[in-house]
């Protein structure tokens, strides 16, 4: 199987679960990037299949918490590490923000990488722009996203979900005339 697959991508938080009482449930699961059981997973995986690996963890440093997704390249060296740039109501109990959009080179492509909340103006301030991540993909000139997320509502329709999915990376409308 080898050689079939050039990136697999798993959801935000993959081992961890997704939702947190607190800080404190999280810490124990907290890992610093490049070691911890998420970081040897996405190593084995990434060097049996002769894949990029991204998946998402509770990342630790220095007594800091973020939620991010670690990239591992087939030889099973991290690539990349993206710390969430926009939280959702449920990250700001342990995490702090990201610094900012990541991307890295792989497979003689450029890439970019965001986690689901990335999608959307910090705190849905729909007065900001919506599109940062769509606009950072195309300054970058990346030719790949890994995205990784975790939903919590599974009652909405699909027709919904594409919409919002995609929303973020289409054109904004013309501008009115005058």
Known sequence: MPNTV???????????GYVFENAAEVRPLAEACGAGPTFEFARRVARALNAVVAVGYPEAE???MYNSMVVVD???EVLANHRKTFLFETDYIWARPGSGFTKFYARGLT???GICMDINPPDFDTARDRRQL???LLTTDADV???????????L??????SYWFRPFAPPP???PP
């Open 157 to 162: 329709p699909p027709s919904f979900l594409i």
């Open 62 to 64: 220095g007594g800091k």
């Open 174 to 176: 013309p501008p009115e």
């Open 134 to 136: 769509a606009q950072h």
């Open 6 to 16: 050039d990136f697999i991508v798993l959801p935000e938080l993959a081992f961890t």
């Open 74 to 76: 087939e030889s099973g």
């Open 145 to 155: 996203l890994l995205f990784s997320a975790a939903w919590l509502d599974s009652s």
């Open 111 to 113: 890439v970019a990488l």
